[in-house]
């Protein structure tokens, strides 16, 4: 049978969400959006729930500094904002957005070659997908397959979907349409 889309958003407020760190993640007209808060530090928003094999979309646009990303099968001790996970980078033209970095880790397990970086629509709404199952993990930015990864420390890990904004300040991200479909 089929699994059914399941919203993680649902336009209103951060339910099935927990904050980590003391960035600003808040909602308005629908959406859900992360702005650098005082302390320029990294911040997460992390669902309640874990997702092992799963297809994932997400719109995004970026404002000033866009850099920021979404986090697959990945763990935040409480009071920390030190992931371990899977990063699909989301971040500003010609740095690899659909790219995965593992934080704390092996660092870029893979980048996105040149050719593709035009398919980025800074500063307007693009379409993220993630399909990730068992070790093979697949994005797509606005159509266009980005990256296609087989690693057996992917495979091997579970945990929660976390949008990330990074550490430096001045940076703002809007969210929409978080749909994910379980496999």
């Not at 990063?87 to 660092?107: F, L």
Request: net charge neutral.
């Amino acid at each position: 049978m089929a699994q059914k889309k399941e919203n993680l958003f649902n336009g209103k407020d951060l339910t099935g969400w927990k904050v980590y760190g003391t960035e600003k993640w808040f909602v308005q007209d629908g959406e859900l959006i992360c702005e650098s808060g005082p302390d320029k530090g990294y911040g997460y928003l992390a669902t309640t729930k874990t997702y092992k094999n799963f297809e994932l979309s997400v719109d995004f646009k970026q404002g000033a500094n866009g850099n920021s990303g979404v986090f697959i099968r990945s763990n935040i001790p409480d009071g920390s904002t030190k992931v371990s996970g899977w990063q699909v980078e989301v971040a500003p033209p010609n740095h690899d957005t659909g790219g995965i970095y593992e934080s704390y880790g092996r660092g870029w397990l893979i980048q996105i070659p040149d050719e593709k970086e035009g398919f980025l629509k800074f500063g307007e709404w693009n379409t993220l997908k993630i399909r990730a199952e068992g070790p093979r993990v697949r994005t797509w930015l606005n159509g266009h397959e980005m990256v296609d990864i087989n690693d057996e420390k992917i495979g091997a890990g579970n945990g929660s979907i976390a949008l990330q904004i990074h550490d430096g300040g001045g940076i703002k991200v809007n969210w929409k349409n978080l749909k994910i479909k379980s496999l």
